[in-house]
């Protein structure tokens, strides 16, 4: 493994890219996703590679969505697995969340090698190979539309980090709703989704986390409140706000 000095300027930004290596080498990224994980740096970048103030808003959301869920499920892919598998399981605990692996350039080989990752960072269960317990969503061609019965068809509150435009649309269609981690306030997924967190997964998950665990003290009451007063498309735009400020003050350096 190629060593990354702590003091290079972009130490964090690498390290997370060679934890997208490491997967792709490690069978659980495809390489569609190494290209993914590019679009989302550039938008890191230009939101200044920190959360901001909407980001943590749409967190507070979230939890307090995921806390009133019925049936909340997390649908993993290989980038999330590669980047946050300890997080990803750590707030299906704390929330008590199912996962489904669910892939859009599936595979079985690295649906296993997912799961692997999973349990082995402390999953107990993990759904979405069970072919008697597979359904169809419709509105969608790609794999992605093969879901389990009991975990993403199921259910009320679905969490997708990272996802695609059209899965997200059709996730909407079948009555879901749908939170997201995008680092791209613009795109189709960030404007479908019910909850956009405009971060990178890997600074927003532990925030997610350690809010899920503070809202869980809250009544019901409290919590329907904070879904309520959550405007999506009005924090997309602050977030592209904050990208125009980002790109007003550097060019008044430049
Ligand atoms: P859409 O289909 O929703 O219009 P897209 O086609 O531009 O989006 P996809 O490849 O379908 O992009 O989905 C990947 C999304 O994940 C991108 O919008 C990208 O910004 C985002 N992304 C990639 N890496 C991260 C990350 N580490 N954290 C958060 N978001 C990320
Ligand atoms: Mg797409």
Same mark, same amino acid.
């Given at each position: 493994m190629p060593l990354i000095p702590k003091s290079h300027p972009r130490a964090k930004s690498l390290l997370i890219r060679e934890k997208l290596v490491n997967g792709f080498d490690n069978g659980l990224v495809a390489k569609e996703g190494l290209l993914a994980? !590019?679009?989302?740096?550039?938008?890191?970048?230009?939101? !200044?590679?920190? @959360? !901001? /103030?909407?980001? #943590?808003?749409a967190i507070k959301a979230a939890a307090a969505q995921l806390l009133l869920a019925e049936i909340p499920v997390i649908s993993v892919n290989g980038n999330i697995a590669a980047l946050c598998p300890k997080q990803i399981v750590r707030l299906s $605990? *704390? +929330?008590k969340a199912k996962l489904e692996v669910n892939?859009?350039? @599936? =595979? $079985? $080989? &690295? *649906?296993?090698a997912i799961i692997r990752t999973l349990k082995k960072n402390g999953a107990r269960e993990v759904l979405g190979t069970s072919l008697t317990s597979s359904t169809k969503l419709s509105g969608i061609d790609s794999a992605r539309r093969i879901v389990? #019965?009991? !975990?993403?068809f199921a259910a009320d509150v679905v969490v997708v980090p990272l996802e695609d435009g059209d899965r997200t649309l059709a996730l909407r269609k079948a009555g879901k709703t749908v939170i997201t981690f995008d680092l791209n306030p613009l795109s189709r997924t960030s404007q479908t989704a019910n909850i956009t967190i405009?971060?990178?997964? @890997?600074?927003? +998950?532990?925030?997610? +986390?350690?809010?899920? /665990?503070?809202?869980?003290? /809250?009544? &019901?009451k409290t919590l *329907?409140? +904070?879904? =309520?007063?959550?405007?999506n498309k009005k924090n997309l735009t602050e977030n592209v706000i904050q990208i125009k400020n980002n790109l007003t003050r550097r060019a008044r350096i430049a």
């Open positions: 994980q !590019g679009r989302g740096e550039a938008f890191d970048y230009l939101l !200044g590679e920190k @959360t !901001g /103030k909407a980001a #943590k808003q $605990k *704390q +929330i892939l859009f350039y @599936t =595979n $079985k $080989k &690295r *649906q296993q389990d #019965k009991n !975990g993403i405009v971060d990178n997964v @890997t600074r927003a +998950i532990d925030l997610l +986390i350690d809010e899920s /665990k503070k809202l869980s003290k /809250k009544n &019901r *329907q409140k +904070i879904v =309520n007063n959550f405007d």
